[in-house]
């Protein structure tokens, strides 16, 4: 493979289990926005977690245990950060500090498309919920937290340049 990358293209920025735990750490971020924008008590992040929650209790019930919508709706957040972290870190390789923050806002941006879509094919009130601004803008934190858990991570742990064989 002949590339102009001074980094081995199988080297990644963030290894799969620091993806994880970014992933958690960047749900956890990815709330402030949203409980920044809402009012008392109501507002998109109670939206989203008892949206959440709601799927989550569906399957529970099943067993006959079903915790309150808030707190399966954290850990289907939770669950889903923890995954897209995974993502990103097992398809991040490499790049310079600007290169991994755009892609991270991207990253966020095809998050926030991708909610939207799978909201409205399931039918969840919730879609207007997933289309707003303070969604878009945690959306983005998400993205750009990976981001910076990529670039820290990158900063530990030197590359050394790959050099080609012409």
Do not use: E
């Not at 507002?43 to 569906?58: K, M, P, Q």
């Not at 850990?75 to 398809?91: D, F, S, T």
């Not at 799978?118 to 969604?135: E, F, I, K, Y």
């Amino acid at each position: 493979m002949v590339t102009d990358s001074p980094y081995d293209a199988t080297d990644y920025a963030l290894r799969p289990a620091a993806g994880l735990v970014a992933g958690l750490l960047g749900a956890g971020v990815m709330l402030l926005p949203l409980a920044l924008s809402g009012t008392q008590g109501s507002g998109v992040l109670h939206d989203v977690l008892i949206s959440a929650g709601d799927g989550g209790n569906r399957v529970l019930r099943l067993t006959g245990a079903a915790p309150a919508p808030v707190v399966s709706g954290s850990a289907v957040h939770a669950a889903l950060g923890a995954m897209l972290g995974l993502l990103y870190a097992v398809c991040q390789v490499r790049r310079p500090v600007s290169g991994l923050i755009a892609v991270g806002v991207s990253y966020g941006f095809t998050i926030w498309i991708f909610s939207g879509l799978v909201a409205s094919a399931l039918g969840h009130d919730v879609w207007g919920t997933v289309r707003s601004w303070p969604w878009l803008v945690a959306c983005v934190t998400y993205g750009v937290s990976l981001a910076l858990a990529a670039a820290w991570s990158q900063a530990q742990h030197k590359a050394m340049a790959v050099v080609p064989l012409d």
